[in-house]
């Protein structure tokens, strides 16, 4: 344990503290409380005893560093990731899944409960779990060349400083197979001339978005700059490589923002696209438009939301709002419902259009534009709604919007049980709905994020 001051009352820098873990915060660190303030640790779990140092105040909580566990919880195991620790993507490898789950669930309940002042029971269902490794099917990686050094991997906790990964435990082995082989690829690119240096310098992410069904993968170099001529050089020299890889695109971001993605979208090789069966339907998905990336488990919950709506035989049509390429709409429609989906990115709703014809399903229509916009002009009293928004979660409008035409019957999934809990509250604070069931997902092992599907019925007077 690192020599500093044991403190029996006082709290500042430098000191060392006796604690007991309570909770775990949205990224993972416990959270322990001493003379009434907020202590933060990384790496301590919920039940541990441990001496703390602590290092600076952050608004009302104190950041502190671990010293010495004195007592290790049985939750703990090593985490399987040989980059835990460094690489801020998966926060909680070092607790078992059993209890990961319960802390999600824990933390979803009292956030509901603090924000929205609802005491909900909590929808367990039986067959929540999942793969806990190797789920993911989309990866986007930043990349930087410092001098001639190639680096390559996911950014630190809070930092945009890139930890170097060779593979990635999350992430489906077909895509974490392929890392180290690109990596090495373009550091024997980099080695042919200063044009391709250049090239690479503009090099922002890379993203690689897989079909399980058809075992492909879509590549997409995201530059700052359109180096079409240099890059189609690398990218011939993957597509020819590697069987596995669908087609190679680049994408231009030339804005210094946290938006990933630019709005121009070019073709190296290949397709611009991959295909998948989702909820037996066939869906085209490009590189900039949402699908979800545990796909298994967004199948689960297509299908609650089927079984919800179906045994409401009063709605007279559906409207889902932030539809994306179909993933829910079409469902929908394939099992009898009459859908408008209405979606804000245009790409997207190209896609949507493409896959209902592709599924023969002639009883949706899609629309591009803000929801907050639409809305009103598609929602009546006999409709049902699908609320599936970014995390942000929906806005004013469109609460108003919803208050005022009274759809019969709403299903809102949510990754964000802090957008979630305040949605819920401006919903049901007026007493035109009540909450029927909200069932948890786990999306995303390994992680502190939640995804939540929460039913509110109409109250009729």
Same mark, same amino acid.
């Given at each position: 344990m690192?020599?500093?001051?044991?403190?029996?009352?006082?709290?500042?820098?430098?000191? $060392?503290?006796?604690?007991?873990?309570?909770?775990? &915060?949205?990224?993972?660190?416990?959270?322990?409380?001493?003379?009434?303030?907020?202590?933060?640790?990384p790496n301590l779990i919920p039940g541990e005893t441990a001496y703390v140092k602590v290092e600076y105040k952050s608004g009302s909580r104190w950041i502190t560093t671990l010293?010495?566990?004195?007592? &290790?919880?049985?939750?703990?195991?090593?985490?399987?990731?040989?980059?835990?620790?460094e690489c801020g993507s998966c926060s909680i490898q070092h607790i078992s899944d059993d209890r990961q789950w319960n802390l999600k669930i824990n933390t979803l309940r009292e956030t509901i409960a603090r924000l929205a002042g609802l005491k909900i029971p909590i929808n367990l269902i039986d067959d929540f779990s999942n793969n806990s490794f190797h789920y993911r099917n989309r990866a986007i990686i930043p990349i930087r060349l410092n001098n001639k050094s190639l680096i390559f991997g996911y950014y630190k906790a809070n930092?945009?400083? $890139?930890?170097e990964i060779d593979s990635c435990n999350v992430l489906d082995l077909r895509v974490s197979n392929l890392i180290s082989c690109i990596k090495s690829d373009i550091e024997r690119f980099l080695l042919l001339s200063k044009d391709n240096q250049v090239a690479i310098r503009n090099l922002r992410h890379i993203s690689f978005r897989l079909s399980l069904t058809y075992e492909n993968i879509l590549i997409t170099f995201v530059s700052n700059n359109?180096?079409?001529?240099?890059?189609?050089?690398?990218?011939?020299?993957?597509y020819s490589n590697y069987e596995i890889v669908a087609g190679i695109t680049l994408n231009v971001q030339p804005n210094n923002t946290n938006k990933i993605f630019g709005d121009t979208n070019l073709t190296l090789l290949g397709d611009d696209y991959i295909d998948e069966i989702f909820f037996d339907l066939r869906f085209r998905i490009k590189s900039t438009?949402?699908?979800?990336?545990?796909?298994?488990?967004?199948?689960?919950?297509?299908?609650?939301?089927?079984?919800?709506?179906?045994?409401?035989?009063?709605?007279?049509?559906?409207?889902d709002a932030y539809c994306g390429v179909g993933a829910i709409s079409l469902p929908l429609t394939n099992s009898g419902?009459?859908?408008?989906?209405?979606?804000?990115?245009k790409e997207s709703i190209n896609l949507a259009k493409y896959n209902a014809r592709t599924n023969n399903l002639d009883k949706v229509e899609f629309y591009n534009g803000n929801v907050s916009e639409l809305l009103d002009c598609f929602l009546v009293e006999s409709s049902g709604l699908i609320l599936d928004p970014p995390r942000k979660g929906v806005d004013d409008l469109v609460v108003n919007t919803i208050l005022n035409k009274l759809p019969k019957s709403i299903a809102y999934l949510s990754c964000n049980p802090s957008t979630l809990a305040r949605d819920l509250s401006l919903l049901t604070k007026t007493n035109k709905y009540r909450i029927h069931k909200i069932i948890p997902f786990d999306f995303f092992p390994q992680t502190t994020h939640i995804e939540c599907l929460t039913f509110l019925n109409r109250i009729n007077f």
């Amino acid at each position: 344990m690192e020599r500093g001051k044991i403190s029996t009352s006082k709290i500042e820098p430098g000191i $060392i503290l006796f604690v007991f873990c309570r909770d775990i &915060d949205s990224r993972g660190y416990g959270i322990s409380v001493w003379n009434h303030w907020v202590l933060v640790t990384p790496n301590l779990i919920p039940g541990e005893t441990a001496y703390v140092k602590v290092e600076y105040k952050s608004g009302s909580r104190w950041i502190t560093t671990l010293q010495n566990r004195v007592y &290790d919880s049985l939750d703990r195991r090593e985490p399987p990731c040989k980059y835990f620790g460094e690489c801020g993507s998966c926060s909680i490898q070092h607790i078992s899944d059993d209890r990961q789950w319960n802390l999600k669930i824990n933390t979803l309940r009292e956030t509901i409960a603090r924000l929205a002042g609802l005491k909900i029971p909590i929808n367990l269902i039986d067959d929540f779990s999942n793969n806990s490794f190797h789920y993911r099917n989309r990866a986007i990686i930043p990349i930087r060349l410092n001098n001639k050094s190639l680096i390559f991997g996911y950014y630190k906790a809070n930092s945009h400083e $890139i930890v170097e990964i060779d593979s990635c435990n999350v992430l489906d082995l077909r895509v974490s197979n392929l890392i180290s082989c690109i990596k090495s690829d373009i550091e024997r690119f980099l080695l042919l001339s200063k044009d391709n240096q250049v090239a690479i310098r503009n090099l922002r992410h890379i993203s690689f978005r897989l079909s399980l069904t058809y075992e492909n993968i879509l590549i997409t170099f995201v530059s700052n700059n359109n180096d079409t001529y240099i890059l189609y050089k690398l990218a011939n020299q993957i597509y020819s490589n590697y069987e596995i890889v669908a087609g190679i695109t680049l994408n231009v971001q030339p804005n210094n923002t946290n938006k990933i993605f630019g709005d121009t979208n070019l073709t190296l090789l290949g397709d611009d696209y991959i295909d998948e069966i989702f909820f037996d339907l066939r869906f085209r998905i490009k590189s900039t438009t949402f699908f979800q990336i545990n796909p298994s488990v967004a199948e689960n919950v297509v299908s609650y939301i089927v079984e919800y709506f179906s045994n409401d035989t009063n709605c007279t049509h559906l409207i889902d709002a932030y539809c994306g390429v179909g993933a829910i709409s079409l469902p929908l429609t394939n099992s009898g419902f009459k859908v408008i989906g209405i979606e804000l990115n245009k790409e997207s709703i190209n896609l949507a259009k493409y896959n209902a014809r592709t599924n023969n399903l002639d009883k949706v229509e899609f629309y591009n534009g803000n929801v907050s916009e639409l809305l009103d002009c598609f929602l009546v009293e006999s409709s049902g709604l699908i609320l599936d928004p970014p995390r942000k979660g929906v806005d004013d409008l469109v609460v108003n919007t919803i208050l005022n035409k009274l759809p019969k019957s709403i299903a809102y999934l949510s990754c964000n049980p802090s957008t979630l809990a305040r949605d819920l509250s401006l919903l049901t604070k007026t007493n035109k709905y009540r909450i029927h069931k909200i069932i948890p997902f786990d999306f995303f092992p390994q992680t502190t994020h939640i995804e939540c599907l929460t039913f509110l019925n109409r109250i009729n007077f």
